[in-house]
């Protein structure tokens, strides 16, 4: 049976598994998924061994995606250019690299909350890995314009200059929180690390274009730190990133496939805090 895994550290909270595991009996593959510790100073070790004992690819989780991205014998280009990888599939020759985040985080705001980004002001907040694995994805759907807004903006501007080429046409700017006063946006997405300090971060107000969209790229009980500011401040729709983690299972799963689970019904399940 070809094996499949999460590796992580910790691990065990994982929805992984779960949401893999729905996949695969929907779709009838013959495959098993599991969790797997890492010890911190052992993440190559653990990736050779699964490899060596059926394993056919893997999900890589914190703390380890800039690891498995320079572990990857090859890599796509959008794992690339977010520099980390949340993929890994098994080949004769070598380890392919990929990063499906970005593309899991557009497909839940274009296919599930059916909310397009071409021609819409968009505003992503962090600089961080989850930020900029989410840049070339979110330019792919042509918005009017990007703008990274970060705490410590010198890293914003970085990450601005570094995707200036593939923005193309596309206007892509950096900002403090505080720069970004007196602008409005269609879609903000949060992709700080604010809500595990149980933060938002500190946004001017009057942000969100009528019809906005909040997104947390965070997930958990109720609203977050972010979506409550943004429910404040009248955001016209809110949503969590428990979708985006659906989604760039599903895109994970086709890589290793070659089949496209329906992501509705275990996003439903996870939702109503079902087994999917
Ligand atoms: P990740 O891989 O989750 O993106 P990271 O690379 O450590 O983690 O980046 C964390 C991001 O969250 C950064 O953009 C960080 O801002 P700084 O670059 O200024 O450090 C942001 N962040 C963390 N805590 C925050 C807070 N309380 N308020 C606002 N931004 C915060």
């Given at each position: 049976m070809d094996r499949y895994a999460v590796v992580g550290h910790?691990?065990?909270?994982?929805?992984s598994p779960l949401i893999h595991r729905a996949f695969a009996r929907q779709t009838g593959q013959a495959m098993s998924y599991e969790a797997l510790l890492a010890p911190l100073d052992g993440f190559a070790a653990t990736v050779r061994a699964f490899g060596e004992n059926q394993g056919r690819g893997m999900n890589v989780t914190v703390p380890f995606k800039l690891e498995a991205h320079d572990l990857a014998t090859e890599l796509t280009e959008r794992a690339r250019a977010a520099g980390a990888v949340n993929t890994l599939v098994f080949r004769p020759k070598g380890v392919l690299g990929d990063n499906t985040d970005g593309a899991g985080l557009v497909r839940d705001i274009t296919k599930n909350l059916g909310y397009a980004l071409n021609g819409r002001r968009v505003l992503l907040l962090g600089a961080g890995g989850a930020a900029r694995g989410t840049i070339l994805p979110l330019l792919g759907e042509r918005p009017a314009g990007l703008v990274i807004a970060n705490r410590t903006v010198a890293r914003a501007e970085s990450l601005a200059e570094q995707f200036s080429q593939a923005a193309g046409a596309i206007p892509l700017a950096a900002s403090s929180f505080a720069g970004l006063a007196g602008q409005t946006f269609d879609v903000i997405i949060n992709a700080t690390a604010a809500s595990l300090a149980n933060e938002a971060p500190p946004l001017p107000p009057?942000?969100?274009?009528?019809?906005a969209l909040a997104y947390d790229m965070m997930y958990g009980k109720g609203d977050t730190p972010f979506l409550a500011a943004a429910r404040q401040e009248g955001a016209a729709k809110l949503a969590d990133g428990l979708g985006m983690l659906v989604e760039q299972a599903a895109e994970s799963f086709w890589l290793w496939r070659g089949v496209r689970p329906q992501t509705g019904p275990v996003l439903e399940a996870l939702r109503a805090g079902r087994t999917p």
């Open positions: 910790p691990i065990a909270h994982s929805k009057g942000l969100y274009a009528p019809g």
